[in-house]
């Protein structure tokens, strides 16, 4: 059974920077494109970033292009999400996701992290 697990999370003060880590095991991490999704409440889960399996392709939301980038390390089994210039609207709960490619679509997603708080202060 794939287990992800998210860390770094925590407070930050408007224009700091995290970096958030999530741990795959259960299964092969290579097979899997990877993903990080933030959700507020009362809103719907969105894609923040996504990277391809190898790497070779990433996505980023509009809202956060230039400010965060995703990387994964196939011999750690890790991916990691370097959140830069924060805002306070990037406060949200960051989860962690697998899926077979690139997916802003929450039913392709195999399998999700238990999230990790991101609270901006203004």
């Known amino acids: 059974q794939v287990q992800l697990v998210e860390s770094g999370g925590g407070l930050v003060q408007t224009g700091g920077s995290l970096t958030l880590s999530c741990a795959f095991s259960g299964g092969t991490f290579s097979t899997y494109a990877m993903a990080w999704f933030r959700q507020t409440p009362g809103k719907e889960r969105e894609l923040v970033a996504g990277?391809?399996?190898?790497?070779?392709?990433?996505f980023y939301a509009d809202s956060v292009k230039g400010r965060f980038t995703i990387s994964r390390d196939d011999s750690k089994n890790t991916v990691d999400l370097q959140m830069n210039s924060l805002q306070p609207e990037d406060t949200a709960v960051y989860y962690c996701?697998?899926?077979?490619?690139?997916?802003?679509?929450?039913?392709?997603?195999?399998?999700w992290g238990q999230g990790t708080q991101v609270t901006v202060s203004s």
């Open positions: 996701a697998t899926s077979s490619v690139i997916t802003s679509d929450l039913r392709r997603i195999d399998y």
């Open positions: 990277i391809s399996r190898g790497g070779g392709n990433t």
